[in-house]
Nanobody, 125 residues
Framework: QVQLVESGGGLAQAGGSLRLSCAAS????????MGWFRQAPGKEREFAAA????????YYADSVKGRFTISRDNAKNTVYLQMNSLKPEDTAVYYC??????????????????WGQGTQVTVSS
């Protein structure tokens, strides 16, 4: 099992920044793909960003590209999501997730096996 714990959510003004963290523990997951998904009230969970642990390649939804940056700290087993130029439409619960490499599609939430509890991000206009 892999345990994921998110932190860093909160309230920000439009144009502001927040950084989310996802600390991973449990069995060795050194090659897992890590993703951030988000779910706004009344909407389906959607892909935001992902990073492949094995080579560090990053992937972004069009809606966050150029504003969000996903990164990792291997020594701390932690993944980050730096969110800049925040917009009210970024308001959602943000979830960290882990996917077995080579399995499924990193843009699809159903292909991620492990999930954190989520952290609320609220952006005011």
């Amino acid at each position: 099992q892999v345990q994921l714990v998110e932190s860093g959510g909160g309230l920000a003004q439009a144009g502001g920044s927040l950084r989310l963290s996802c600390a991973a523990s449990g069995r060795t997951f050194g090659t897992y793909t890590m993703g951030w998904f988000r779910q706004a009230p009344g909407k389906e969970r959607e892909f935001a960003a992902a990073i492949r642990w094995i080579d560090g390649n990053t992937y972004y939804a069009d809606s966050v590209k150029g504003r969000f940056t996903i990164s990792r700290d291997n020594a701390k087993n932690t993944v980050y999501l730096q969110m800049n130029s925040l917009k009210p439409e970024d308001t959602a619960v943000y979830y960290c997730a882990a996917k077995v490499p080579g399995y499924g599609d990193l843009y699809r939430s159903n292909d991620f096996a492990f999930w954190g509890q989520g952290t609320q991000v609220t952006v005011s206009s």
